[in-house]
């Protein structure tokens, strides 16, 4: 079980301590279930009232919401970033042995790195190219010829196709499918002709991406995934999609073909980009969203209808419905009050 000093815990955040330092941490909590030896946080100046009746030892926060704290405090500039740092350090989750598992399947044509585990009934077929210290996890299969860099561990059950690349120090979650065939078809005489796909998909260093997600390989040019990036559970991403640095892409978004995404870009949970478009760098888009056009500034945006109640939504859906009509009624009504100044 995780434990440490309060005092100790504040030189690894390079945090100011308020209050006893030989506290001992080994839990962290949110603010309405932590108790006593557990430490919260508070990155939101809206629940700052919660800290009165808080159980915490300890509570990460910044200097102006200290007056509020009723336990030891630590004091820095972003408390959300230090929960994310203390909760590395109490990190549970299972490394898997440093071996390869009898029952994996390896072609003897594979290059291995130093230290690489690969776990129970994976299959690497031949030319794969594995780093240092990569984690292969049970049920994964790596198509010929793909490249896999150091540090990077799939989880189990990972499918990564033929000549697929993907970089140092990822993550790739369960379910996931790297490489598949983009949906290129072409229509003759009511029959569909399939298209191969000719490209691969590129993904840079330090990439995560979250369980049954879909990257599909690109048609001529590739599908690539710059550094940084983080992708969420359940996304689709199509056949040569480029998304560069430091990206991020909740859950559930679609995105069509060919679609460009710049730099510093979050993309929210369930939007749906339109093929052939591009996207600026530092661009938010909120969840839910429909693009169906290139956004070439920085900033916000949003579509959608938010929730509303079944009776609300029938009337706006008909107003929706009429709008044609109510446009030309309106053009209408102008053009009769400019004849009728005119005269």
């Known amino acids: 079980m995780f434990s440490m000093r309060l005092a100790d815990l504040a030189k690894k955040l390079n945090a100011q301590l308020y209050g006893d330092k030989n506290i001992i941490i080994n839990k962290v909590s949110s603010i309405y279930s932590a108790q006593t030896n557990e430490i919260t946080f508070l990155s939101n100046s809206r629940y700052k009232k919660q800290l009165a009746s808080c159980k915490a030892s300890a509570v990460v926060l910044t200097k102006k919401d200290l007056p509020y704290c009723q336990s030891a405090a630590l004091v820095v500039k972003n408390p959300y970033l230090s929960y994310a740092r203390i909760a590395q350090l109490m990190d549970t989750t299972p490394l898997p042995e440093r071996k390869i598992t009898a029952t994996s399947v390896i072609s003897p044509t594979v290059?291995?790195?130093?230290?690489?585990?690969?776990?129970?009934?994976?299959?690497?077929?031949?030319?794969?190219f594995l780093g240092d210290n990569t984690i292969i996890g049970p049920g994964c299969f790596i198509g010929k010829f793909s490249r896999i860099g150091s540090g990077t561990r799939l989880w189990a059950n990972v499918t990564i196709y033929h000549t697929v690349e993907i970089g140092k120090h990822c993550l790739v979650h369960s379910g996931t499918v790297i490489g598949s065939d983009g949906f290129g078809y072409v229509n003759e005489n009511k029959q569909w002709i399939k298209i191969p796909q000719l490209g691969t998909v590129i993904?840079?260093?330090?990439?995560?991406?979250g369980a049954c997600t879909t990257i599909d390989r690109g048609a001529l040019d590739n599908t690539c995934i710059k550094n940084n990036v983080i992708i969420d559970n359940q996304c689709h991403i199509a056949h040569n999609v480029v998304i560069h640095s430091n990206t991020a892409i909740a859950g559930g978004v679609i995105i069509a073909g060919s679609v460009n995404i710049g730099n510093n870009c979050q993309i929210g949970g369930g939007s749906v980009l339109n093929g052939h478009i591009k996207i600026s760098d530092k661009v938010i888009i909120t969840g839910m969203s429909m693009v169906m056009r290139s956004i070439k500034k920085p900033g916000i945006y949003s579509s959608g209808i938010p929730v509303q109640s079944n009776q609300v939504w029938r009337k706006t859906t008909a107003l929706i419905m009429n709008i044609n009509k109510i446009k030309n009624r309106l053009k209408s009504i102008e053009q009769k009050i400019k004849k009728n100044n005119n005269e």
């Open 111 to 128: 290059t291995l790195g130093n230290n690489v585990a690969i776990g129970a009934h994976a299959v690497i077929e031949k030319g794969v």
């Open 203 to 209: 993904i840079g260093n330090y990439v995560q991406i």
